[in-house]
């Protein structure tokens, strides 16, 4: 899970930092950190520019334009996609004692959870320009109504597809558990 990451990146990136200086900042799995690094620029999280061969990334404190939003949508729902083909050709997500998830499963949840944690990120911050007036409310009613329906398909994919009561069960109370957990500090 590399959305772990995300309060601290945005935490340091209040001025311009380099990677390697982020990564030494936070520490941690240098991968990952430059993973979210790179989906926090998709999401318009953060601003990028080339410092000689290297980047640099700084906090972006302003709206969203319309085309940054559509972009990023895009990214969102071809990841989507990817999902929805695993889903398909996953028959089973259950070890045989119904109990725990295979590993394969697992990973498929761990990359679902991360995109619908990233999708709740830009409600979050929507809400919040929102009450501080850099967005418009008929915007914000838009781009949340999509967001929310995106994250929707995905669940609903799932439950849909592995309908055995403990595996539906199973998956409901893996993403319950990470939601209590969820809170982020943008």
């Known amino acids: 899970m590399t959305t772990i990451y995300d309060d601290k990146i945005l935490q340091v ?4 930092r380099f990677t390697n200086d982020i990564v030494r900042k936070i ?6 950190i430059i993973y ?5 620029e998709e999401m318009n999280y953060l ?5 000689k061969n290297k980047s640099v990334y700084k906090k972006m404190n302003k709206a969203q334009s319309e085309y940054d939003f559509l972009k990023m949508m895009e990214v969102f729902e071809t990841n989507q996609k990817t999902e929805l083909n695993v889903i398909k050709q996953m028959p089973r997500i259950m070890m045989n004692d119904g109990i725990h998830f295979r590993k394969k499963g ?19 911050r929507l809400n919040n320009q929102e009450k501080s007036s850099i967005i418009s409310h008929s ?14 398909k995905i669940m609903n994919f799932i439950l849909n597809r592995y309908k055995e009561k403990k595996t539906v ?18």
């Open 13 to 16: 990136t209040s001025n311009w």
């Open 27 to 32: 520490g941690g799995d240098k991968s990952a």
């Open 36 to 40: 979210r690094l790179k989906r926090l």
């Open 47 to 51: 601003e990028t520019k080339p410092d």
């Open 106 to 124: 697992l990973e498929l949840l761990e990359h679902i959870q991360e995109e619908v944690v990233s999708a709740y990120m830009i409600i979050i």
């Open 139 to 152: 915007i914000v009613i838009e781009r949340k109504e999509r967001l929310e329906k995106y994250i929707k």
């Open 169 to 186: 069960t199973a998956i409901q109370e893996y993403f319950q558990k990470y939601i209590e957990k969820f809170e982020i500090k943008i």
